[in-house]
């Protein structure tokens, strides 16, 4: 049986029909899910771009061959470690903002 079996036929004008048609494609949700979104008062972002999931790969890629020259750096003590280690988190950090400002939770 489905969840949701209540129907509600709501009537717009061109401009608001618009205007929902343009805030909706912003999104990844369905015009059904974002209407329902707004009522439950849900924080809605905008979809992110193309190229996000790529930057994000490239970002734990660096990040992964970082932390490797880590290891290598400190069994050898070649590098300057800690600053490396600085690096790193700034890598992490620049991920998480990434992560938060387009991360749309259900």
Known sequence: MRKRNCVVTLRFTKEEFDNLSKKVRKTNFSREAFIRNVLNECAIK???????????????????????????????????????????EQIRTTEQMLYDAFYVGD
């Open 46 to 88: 905008e979809a992110p771009p193309a190229e996000y999931y790529e930057l994000i790969r490239e970002l734990r890629r660096v990040g992964s061959n970082l932390n490797q020259i880590l290891k290598l750096a400190n069994a050898k003590g070649l590098l300057d470690v800690p600053k490396l280690r600085k690096d790193l």
